[in-house]
């Protein structure tokens, strides 16, 4: 059985750091972003400090949680 992505960037940032069980930090690391661009993706879409995560920066975390071991990920495109 698939299970499809959280469609909502701050959901899937934190659905991947869950499932890939890492940090802020170990994620920034792992996709060559900065803690800060974590932060800011992570902050409610209201506020000043929000930014949208780049569609290369939604991908290239789905296919990290896809290619985790045990892990049934559905690939179909989550951005809203």
Same mark, same amino acid.
């Given at each position: 059985?698939?299970?499809?992505? +959280?469609?909502? !960037? !701050?959901?899937?940032?934190?659905?991947?750091?869950?499932?890939?069980?890492?940090?802020?930090?170990?994620?920034?690391?792992?996709?060559?972003?900065?803690?800060?661009?974590?932060?800011?993706?992570?902050? +409610?879409?209201?506020?000043?400090?929000?930014? +949208?995560? +780049?569609?290369?920066?939604?991908?290239?975390?789905?296919?990290?949680?896809? !290619?985790?071991?045990?892990?049934?990920?559905? #690939? #179909?495109?989550?951005?809203?």
């Amino acid at each position: 059985m698939k299970a499809d992505f +959280p469609h909502k !960037q !701050q959901d899937f940032l934190r659905y991947a750091m869950k499932m890939l069980t890492m940090t802020r930090k170990q994620l920034a690391n792992r996709i060559s972003a900065t803690e800060r661009s974590i932060d800011n993706w992570l902050q +409610p879409s209201g506020s000043k400090e929000f930014r +949208p995560m +780049p569609d290369m920066a939604w991908r290239f975390i789905r296919e990290i949680v896809d !290619q985790q071991p045990g892990q049934t990920i559905s #690939t #179909t495109d989550v951005q809203s």
